[in-house]
């Protein structure tokens, strides 16, 4: 069968034009500010690379610190959430659905308050509190629900429980048939939850701000930091820095994403 | 392949859900080493059920029992029932080439790479899909996906082999084909299967005998041929094949005799007793009015079926009643026919019996 594509009224035309139009001008300004001498003068000042320069020099380390947070945050939210997933997919208690809701709580209410309920409890705990794994605990309880929301509705499908059925009836022990059969089944699910899970972490600021130290700061809790005391230029070319190194990463995770799609999917 | 294939003892085999509705009534059956025996109702019959538990995927209520031969496998997990078992929809692993998921069973139970080679080899050559080996199922056509289902199931040599409407998801032509080629590999591999499925063709080209289920009670058991000769309720000659019903007064009950359009004719003993009596159209003869016997009738509808011509005729004082003839009879809707049903293809209505 041949496919027509359809073709666009000029209307329709417009309103894309228009909305994209909204919707880049904004990023071109603060990536155009982050590079001219004077952004009160605009590009009549001159382009430069100096705030870009100072901007590193001051909070390289966020970025650093930021990905491997992010990155350590998918390792555990795999490994909490992937078993849980599959523990609450498979429940046959009503209470795992009650369960599987108060686990999405901590998106709903404010990262200011789940942070203030973490300090609360564990603040006094000095090394903890002091160290990057209390981030590391608010960003998974931010990120959880997320991994086993995705994660447990591809184990919820029909052909998965058949999957299962049909390794159990060839001999495959629990071990066997989660980690032969339904991990890999389940594999493009998986890649789209760490991608989540990861984006989320490197952009999470609310829960970061309330549980950051000045030892321990993010790259979103230092661009916060930027914008309110220094230039607007320095502020701007923390943006860009931002994007040049998530830009790469999310490519690079998406691609990935792609690949295993393409040969594991059905 | 060596044959390690056992009969199948059921008894009192009953299976009530948590919320008090019964799938599945105590049931006894038993299976024979190497019998190809099918389940055979609408969903919702409680097939799908009794297979399950045949397969150690649900547990069926205290008092049921299972025997695989002479060992009792009521308590023992599917992992170590040593079943076969092939799905609805096949369930082969997306991830794995096709010899991969056909030596999955092997594999996991620890079998040399040798004989992991050969038996997968083997397999590959009695189902047909040489040159395939290492697709991935994603590729293949419904029929070769459904080939290396039954050669998954099979590798490891099970004690029973378990379909569970093997064919459903198989378009009509191929579904024929597949039936033919299923039924011929199963008695190549001389195991012992039980086959669940609501199609009573496919039943009766697969199975050796079939167990008519409805409303989770296995109504009657038998070969296909006996089944649709002498259906021992008006359920089970309905679900193998149309019939027609007539109803008879008492009178006419307590003499053995029918009247049809005028007509009173003595029925065949088998019949004696029950006021309603079945009729399957293909046993219902069309003539001219003046056949000897025949009972004068008219056609309401005509409709051409490609092998057969589907008649509805009007007998006065009864309901309705279908013909198949031959594709060539000349009958056409409102012709002033002589209807001749023969007196031995009665059948009675036993459930009034």
């Not at chain 1, 991994?147 to 066997?176: D, P, Y």
């Not at chain 1, 059969?181 to 989320?200: E, H, Q, R």
């Not at chain 2, 190809?36 to 538990?53: D, N, Y």
């Not at chain 2, 056909?102 to 047909?128: C, F, K, P, T």
Request: net charge positive.
């Amino acid at each position: 069968m041949r496919h027509h594509p359809q073709k666009m009224p000029p209307a329709m035309w417009l309103i894309t034009a228009i909305v994209t139009l909204f919707m880049l001008t904004p990023m071109l300004l603060s990536v155009m500010a982050g590079l001219v001498e004077n952004y009160g003068q605009g590009l009549s000042s001159g382009l430069t690379t100096r705030w870009l320069v100072e901007v590193w020099a001051g909070y390289g380390n966020t970025v650093v610190v930021s990905l491997l947070l992010a990155a350590v945050c998918v390792g555990v939210t795999l490994l909490l959430g992937v078993p849980c997933a599959y523990a609450l997919a498979r429940s046959r208690s009503r209470w795992a659905h009650h369960f599987e809701e108060l686990l999405t709580l901590p998106v709903a209410v404010p990262g200011l308050a789940s942070a203030l309920a973490l300090l609360l409890a564990y603040g006094s705990v000095a090394h903890f509190r002091q160290s990057f794994a209390f981030i590391l605990v608010g960003h998974v309880v931010f990120t959880l629900p997320f991994m086993v929301r995705m994660v447990g509705s591809a184990l919820r499908r029909k052909e998965l429980v058949a999957l299962e059925e049909a390794a159990r009836s060839l001999g495959a022990s629990f071990t066997q048939r989660f980690l032969g059969i339904l991990i890999p089944a389940v594999l493009p699910s998986i890649v789209a939850a760490c991608l989540m899970v990861f984006t989320l972490s490197m952009g999470e600021f609310n829960l970061t701000w309330m549980l950051h130290t000045p030892l321990t700061r993010t790259l979103p809790v230092g661009l916060a930091d930027s914008y309110a005391s220094m230039r607007i230029e320095v502020g701007s070319a923390y943006t860009l820095i931002f994007l040049i190194v998530i830009l790469p990463v999310m490519w690079v995770l998406q691609a990935m994403g792609h690949f295993i799609e393409k040969h594991y999917g059905k | 392949m060596e044959n390690k294939s056992v009969g199948i003892t059921i008894s009192q085999c009953a299976k009530t859900y948590a919320d008090g509705t019964r799938g599945l009534h105590p049931t006894d059956l038993t299976i024979a080493p190497g019998e190809v025996l099918a389940l055979l109702g609408p969903s919702g019959c409680g097939k799908t059920t009794l297979l399950r538990i045949i397969a150690g995927l649900e547990t069926p209520d205290a008092g049921s029992r299972i025997m695989f031969g002479t060992s009792d496998v009521t308590h023992i997990p599917i992992e170590k029932r040593q079943v076969g078992m092939v799905f609805q929809h096949y369930a082969l692993f997306p991830q794995m080439t096709v010899q991969a998921n056909i030596g999955y069973g092997l594999r996991i139970r620890g079998a040399s790479a040798d004989e992991q080679r050969r038996v997968v080899g083997e397999l590959v050559d009695l189902v047909r899909l040489n040159g395939l080996e290492n697709k991935r199922p994603a590729e293949l056509s419904g029929g070769q996906r459904q080939r290396v289902a039954l050669a998954r199931a099979v590798a490891s040599r099970p004690r029973v082999l378990l379909l569970d409407e093997p064919l459903t998801a198989l378009d009509a032509k191929l579904k024929e084909q597949l039936r033919d080629e299923l039924a011929e590999l199963l008695r190549q591999l001389r195991i012992t299967a039980v086959h669940v499925t609501h199609d009573q063709r496919e039943a009766l080209a697969i199975a050796d005998r079939m167990a008519v289920m409805q409303a989770g009670r296995i109504l009657q058991v038998g070969n296909g041929e006996s089944l649709y000769r002498q259906p021992a309720h008006p359920f089970v000659a309905t679900f193998l094949g149309r019939v027609n019903q007539i109803e008879r007064s008492a009178g006419h009950a307590a003499r053995n005799q029918l009247e049809l359009g005028g007509v009173t004719q003595a029925c065949p003993d088998h019949c004696a007793g029950a006021t309603q009596l079945l009729v399957r159209p293909e046993d219902v003869e069309i003539h001219g009015m003046d056949y000897p016997g025949s009972v004068p009738a008219t056609i309401a509808r005509r409709v051409f079926l490609g092998d057969h011509l589907q008649l509805t005729i009007k007998v006065a004082g009864h309901q309705a009643l279908l013909a198949d003839v031959s594709r060539d009879h000349p009958a056409q809707a409102g012709d002033q026919v002589g209807v001749f049903i023969a007196p031995h293809q009665w059948m009675p209505n036993r459930a009034d019996l």
